[in-house]
């Protein structure tokens, strides 16, 4: 039987600003007392614009879009040609440290599983909030991020982080240190089961040598980002999906898709390809999935499912982004951020939004004193 989802008002009101700034201006205390786990990645970001080209004595022109960028390289088909790039920083970078970043400076602890340096933790993760307590297992990935104003392309080198398994893990830090972090943690976050080749195998180690040692008075928050799937096979993606349902009987499960994602596990569930908006792919997606919360979210909206509530509100959106790569890391976790204060489901997507449209326009990770001068000053 299908669930019945009413639909929400796209716009941000000044009741829902209003409600949304009271619960910021009272959450420090409250953020403060919460613990999260979140793993497994890590790796060290080259942060690149790729220069179109120059003329003497003004700055170079760049790629503003990916598609004037891919119809440039296919004018090139057949011959050979070169890129400059314009490098703007160099940052730790993988979705649990950006995200764990994040919830850090909202002034969360966030205990961080990661492949940050073997033996020693690399320097670059010395950006990490002081909230940030770090557990490595494995040496950091490298990834370069191509930006553009309408996305992003991401190339990376993994190293071991492909090879560094449920073993890995237990070894380094130790089963028994393993229990307690999880234990003490209001939210268990796992993220990037795209990109690590193992991810399967750590999470069932998760599932029988972790969670089954301890008991909670109620179920803790479980949140998922698989992130970028389109290199995994249909089985290997179906797997992942089973074992949510593990983690069900657990915790309550809460996982977030961007666009590109809800249309791959849409394809993957239903055997076709999705031709609707974000909204009907999601109420299709959480009949299918038999989860606690569903959260979809693109540049230009987000909506989130849970029980017969709905959240549906429009994105924070900017033409001109500081910084994009990161940005889903950043409505992360203010969504985990919102969801610890018990907010409303449509109030923890705002806070989601305004997280990370701080982040892009600032290219940081934002306190609640900078959000709540973004909620205060954005225009509605």
């Not at 830090?173 to 976050?189: A, Q, W």
């Not at 969670?211 to 179920?219: G, R």
């Not at 290199?231 to 309550?252: C, G, M, V």
């Not at 809800?262 to 989860?291: C, T, W």
Request: hydrophobic share 40%.
């Amino acid at each position: 039987m299908k669930k019945n989802y009413p639909v929400s008002y796209h716009d941000l009101t000044a009741e829902k600003k209003a409600h949304l700034l009271e619960a910021i201006s009272n959450s420090a205390v409250i953020l403060g007392t919460k613990k999260i786990t979140a793993g497994f990645d890590g790796f060290i970001d080259t942060i690149a614009r790729i220069i179109r080209d120059k003329e003497d004595n003004n700055s170079p022109s760049l790629f503003n879009t990916i598609k004037e960028f891919g119809d440039y390289i296919l004018e090139k088909q057949g011959a050979s040609f070169s890129l400059e790039l314009d490098e703007r920083s160099i940052k730790l970078g993988g979705n649990m440290p950006i995200m764990a970043n994040a919830l850090g400076r909202l002034g969360l602890t966030v205990n961080c599983i990661g492949a940050l340096g073997a033996p020693q933790v690399h320097p670059v993760f010395n950006q990490l909030s002081p909230n940030c307590h770090l557990h490595s297992f494995a040496e950091p990935g490298t990834a370069l991020a191509y930006e553009f104003n309408d996305g992003k392309i991401m190339t990376a080198q993994m190293k071991s982080i492909n090879t560094s398994g449920w073993d890995t893990i237990k070894e380094a830090i130790g089963l028994k240190t393993l229990v307690r972090l999880y234990s003490e943690s209001d939210m268990i976050c796992l993220l990037n089961w795209s990109e690590i080749d193992v991810s399967s195998n750590i999470w069932k180690g998760i599932l029988n040598e972790v969670l089954p040692n301890y008991s909670v008075i109620k179920k803790q928050i479980a949140f998922f980002d698989l992130s970028d799937c389109s290199k995994r096979s249909n089985p290997s993606i179906r797997e992942a999906l089973d074992l949510l349902q593990q983690f069900a009987k657990h915790t309550k499960i809460v996982l977030s898709l961007n666009k590109n994602e809800a249309a791959i596990i849409f394809q993957v569930l239903y055997g076709k390809k999705s031709k609707m908006d974000l909204l009907s792919v999601g109420k299709e997606l959480i009949e299918r999935l038999n989860i606690d919360t569903l959260v979809l979210h693109s540049a230009r909206e987000a909506i989130a499912f849970a029980n017969n509530e709905q959240g549906w509100v429009d994105s924070f959106y900017t033409a001109e982004p500081k910084i994009s790569t990161g940005a889903g890391d950043n409505f992360n976790a203010g969504f985990c951020a919102g969801q610890l204060l018990e907010l409303d489901l449509e109030s923890s997507v705002i806070l989601a939004n305004a997280v990370s449209g701080c982040y892009v326009r600032q290219g940081i990770s934002p306190q609640l004193p900078d959000l709540t001068n973004f909620l205060e000053t954005v225009k509605i």
